[in-house]
């Protein structure tokens, strides 16, 4: 299974405290047992790593995500180019979503594979032929 993930998957999957942790952690250790493979623009790192510092109030928590999330191989970090980020800006121009948002969602359809996300904006706004799924559509 290939999916592009959002980084409130992985947040919600890290932090224990979360109150989607149930739903998102799943989907983390399917990615650590490398039964699912996710791409994911660079920003989804950022995102992740800086929202696990602000919870936990700890630098070392975020670099030791940012370690691990950075050497599973089967996350496929994806860098944002001027050409990425023009497809993500003409996308947003026509949803409305927001930058990160329709940075994410460009990735789902250039590569043509789903969207996880707990975010129902995203899910609303996506143009059709995009598929964008929450944990709970996902039979694991």
Not at 16 to 45: G, K, T, W
Not at 68 to 75: A, E, H, N, V
Not at 90 to 117: C, H
Request: net charge negative; aromatic share 8%; hydrophobic share 45%.
């Amino acid at each position: 299974m290939r999916l592009v993930i959002d980084s409130n998957i992985f947040i919600s999957g890290l932090d224990p405290n979360d109150i989607f942790h149930s739903d998102c952690y799943p989907f983390f250790e399917r990615m650590v047992n490398f039964e699912m493979e996710a791409l994911c623009p660079v920003l989804v790192l950022v995102e992740t790593v800086c929202v696990i510092r602000r919870r936990t109030n700890s630098e070392e928590a975020a670099r030791n995500v940012y370690k691990s999330l950075t050497l599973l191989p089967s996350i496929n970090w994806l860098d944002i180019t001027l050409a990425v980020a023009e497809r993500a800006c003409l996308l947003g121009a026509r949803t409305g979503l927001k930058g990160g948002d329709a940075l994410v969602l460009q990735v789902a359809e250039e590569y043509g594979i789903p969207l996880l996300t707990k975010d129902k904006e995203m899910k609303n706004k996506a143009p059709a032929g995009i598929l964008v799924f929450e944990p709970s559509d996902v039979s694991l």
